[in-house]
């Protein structure tokens, strides 16, 4: 593997450990794969109509019928997507949920950010998120103590 | 011999699959964005590649969370768009090159990629969205494909490295087989992107035109950036862009870009697109004057 220098094989463990650095994001690790199994596959097993309907008449009973954990299930009932991605679920994955709903992807996107839809598609149409103050958590607390 | 004439990139966005089917692309929104893609759909008129190498990844359509191959190369007969929640795209079948893709699993084994080999699936935005952006709305699509489906949702993906690598690797196995084939290799995702958290929406136009310049020409410097840079600099989706490079690592040493096309906003996406050519001096390009190519269309 590739280390940050560019040339030497990394360590794995800093490897996984600067993807906890980056702000407002969750990378879908083995770790979180592990952990959002039955979550995702959940989510997969709405590719199919009628599991789409048996979902939609009662959602809790076709939860129930997989190995959740109680939390991983009040996540998907309230569409809480953060807390969804903290239980390991994947947006590729959580999308067979957006479509079931209706939303389209930029709309459900949308409810993970402080924004409403109406100001996150204005963001991305004057062209998107700066990465600026978005890149590392540890910079963005080293400038906060350097600056006072 | 067959050889690799060109390499193309593009986004893969789905959004732009649902414009172009239900002809929303020339309105404000999409207009900018397809009109990027009208020289190359002239120009690939004009080359007709008889195959293309198509690097792109799956977004839990063909594979769920059972199987997470790396590499993985479509040798089959055929492939369905697959039903992503909302019905499959009405667009062609795609048709493969088993002798093709057969003899490139083989070759790329042999030379130490440990491939994993599809006989059956059904392929996805990520592989559809591409052919529509190229070829436009054609009965049947113009040429046969070989799926090539990477990684990037399960974290590790693939380095840029070795990625780089496997297009060198894709090169030398197209050159050995026999036939007469005119084959191109595209590279899809990206650009800067992040679908998830309170993140979600970056995009960074400076990084992104940077790594299309890095496609340009000698460098090989690409392939040694971190995949926390492209989740840094780029979003968490952003790392599909180490697809671009399999695209870039088969064109051999040098490469000269044809066309290029930038264009923000996709949905939460960045579009980026290219069109590169061989520039190593082995004469690869099998279609002679593509300028003259052109205005005769």
């Known amino acids: 593997m590739t280390g940050p220098d560019g040339q030497s094989v990394g360590d794995i463990h800093e490897y996984l450990a600067a993807f906890d650095d980056i702000p407002g994001t969750r990378v879908f690790t083995a770790k979180r794969a592990r952990q959002g199994y039955h979550m995702n596959q959940f989510a997969m097993s709405l590719m199919k109509a009628e599991n789409r309907e048996r979902f939609k008449q009662d959602e809790r009973a076709y939860l129930d019928e997989w190995p959740l954990s109680d939390e991983q299930k009040d996540a998907l009932l309230r569409r809480d997507y953060n807390r969804c991605l903290d239980l390991g679920g994947n947006v590729y994955f959580l999308a067979k949920l957006f479509s079931t709903d209706g939303f389209s992807f930029a709309q459900a996107v949308s409810t993970m950010t402080d924004m409403n839809f109406e100001d996150y598609t204005k963001m991305m149409i004057a062209g998107g998120r700066s990465p600026e103050g978005q890149r590392s958590i540890k910079a963005n607390q080293q400038d906060k103590e350097g600056s006072r | 011999m067959a050889r690799i ?258 264009h923000v906003p996709c949905s939460n996406t960045a579009i980026g697109h290219i069109v590169l050519r061989p520039d190593n001096g082995e004469g690869l390009d099998m279609t002679g004057d593509y300028d003259a190519a052109l205005a005769a269309e």
């Not at chain 2, 699936?121 to 052919?131: A, E, F, K, Q, R």
């Not at chain 2, 494909?145 to 990477?150: D, I, Q, R, S, T």
């Not at chain 2, 998830?196 to 000698?218: V, Y």
Request: hydrophobic share 40%.
């Open chain 2, 5 to 262: 004439t060109a390499g193309v990139a593009s986004s893969h966005v789905p959004l732009l699959g649902v414009a172009s089917d239900f002809g929303k692309d020339s309105d404000d929104y999409f207009a900018p964005i397809f009109a990027g893609y009208d020289w190359t759909r002239a120009w690939e008129k004009a080359e007709r590649p008889d195959v293309v190498i198509l690097v792109y990844n799956d977004h839990a359509s063909a594979f769920d969370m059972k199987i997470i191959p790396t590499f993985a190369i479509g040798c089959g007969e055929r492939y369905k768009p697959a039903d992503e929640g909302w019905g499959p795209r009405q667009v062609p079948e795609v048709e493969g090159h088993p002798d093709l893709a057969w003899h490139i699993a083989q070759s790329l084994i042999l030379d130490e990629f440990d491939m994993t080999i599809i006989n059956e699936m059904d392929v996805d935005h990520g592989l559809t969205v591409p052919l529509s952006m190229m070829f436009g709305k054609p009965e049947a699509w113009p040429c046969k494909v070989v799926p090539l489906a990477v990684n990037v949702v399960t974290y590790p993906p693939p380095s840029g490295n070795r990625c780089w690598a496997l297009g060198e690797a894709i090169r030398r196995a197209v050159e050995s087989f026999d036939e007469d084939l005119n084959v191109q290799i595209w590279g899809t995702g990206g650009m800067s992107h992040q679908l998830q958290g309170p993140r979600a929406g970056l995009i960074n136009p400076e990084w992104d035109n940077r790594f299309l310049d890095g496609l340009i020409g000698e460098s090989d410097h690409l392939r040694r950036i971190p995949h926390i840079e492209y989740l840094r600099e780029t979003g968490s989706e952003g790392i599909e862009m180490v697809m671009w490079l399999i695209m870039r690592g088969a064109l051999g040493k040098r490469t000269r870009a044809l066309h290029r096309h930038y």
